[in-house]
């Protein structure tokens, strides 16, 4: 069974602060790893997708992929009460996503 | 920006009727998906559709379901008998290249059986 793990939260952060998001994938043959950011009731928004070990950075957010480790994160600085949201991990398998079950961010001021 | 589109916002229906979901994936996209997210679950795959036939189903996707484009713009889901636990919002998502790459997600359809 293929797995995408996350801690499901509350991550609670001070406006302006760093939030740290994480998350953890079973398949090793996993080609790209997806960050979507879910408001409650609302369909899950794409934020960012890596495929090579590293970080690639978009703004605030900067994603992070480990294979060896099969481990990727998020990072978004300069946190706002309006990053307060559900991140959902998604890892591409053959033509699908497997999701975890998300991460709520709560982004206090 | 394009974005995909899904009608209805909410349907409501009665155990064992059938119901159809309705989504416009972006205009230049090829890949089509369907998920569906139990209230307080995370986001579960259904099907992907590329080139007019499916190319991946999950175990969800029984005989009970099926696709189709019907026309160069339509992607519809059909639930021939609903059962109170197809309750869940449905979500139609598109993507250019494929499941390795950006995959958009329409805004959803909630489905409630009673």
């Known amino acids: 069974q293929k797995e995408v793990e996350q801690n499901s939260g509350p991550l609670s952060v001070p406006e302006g602060a760093i939030a740290s998001l994480n998350c953890t994938y079973s398949?090793?043959?996993?080609?790209?790893f997806f960050w979507y950011r879910q408001y409650s009731g609302k369909s899950p928004e794409l934020i960012m997708f890596i495929y090579s070990n590293g970080d690639k950075e978009d703004g605030r957010f900067t994603a992070q992929l480990n294979k060896a480790s099969q481990y990727v994160s998020l990072l978004i600085r300069d946190s706002q009460p309006s990053d307060s949201a559900t991140y959902l991990c998604a890892v591409s398998n053959t033509d699908k996503l497997i999701f975890g079950t998300g991460t709520r961010l709560q982004v206090f001021p | 920006e394009p974005e995909v589109t899904q009608t209805p916002s909410h349907q409501v229906t009665q155990m064992g009727q059938e119901v159809i979901l309705r989504c416009v994936p972006i205009?230049?996209?090829?890949?089509f998906y369907w998920y569906r997210q139990i209230l307080g679950q995370k986001v579960e795959f259904l099907v992907s559709?590329?080139?007019?036939?499916?190319?991946?189903k999950s175990e969800i996707f029984d005989d009970q379901f099926s696709v189709e484009r019907p026309d160069g713009s339509n992607f519809t889901l059909k639930i021939r008998s609903t059962k109170l636990e197809d309750s869940a919002m449905y979500f139609c998502?598109?993507?250019?290249?494929?499941?390795?790459?950006?995959?958009?997600f329409g805004p959803g359809t909630r489905l409630t059986v009673t």
């Open positions: 398949d090793r043959g996993s080609q790209s």
């Open positions: 998502a598109s993507s250019q290249q494929g499941a390795s790459y950006e995959q958009y």
């Open positions: 205009s230049n996209h090829l890949y």
């Open positions: 559709f590329y080139n007019n036939e499916i190319s991946e």
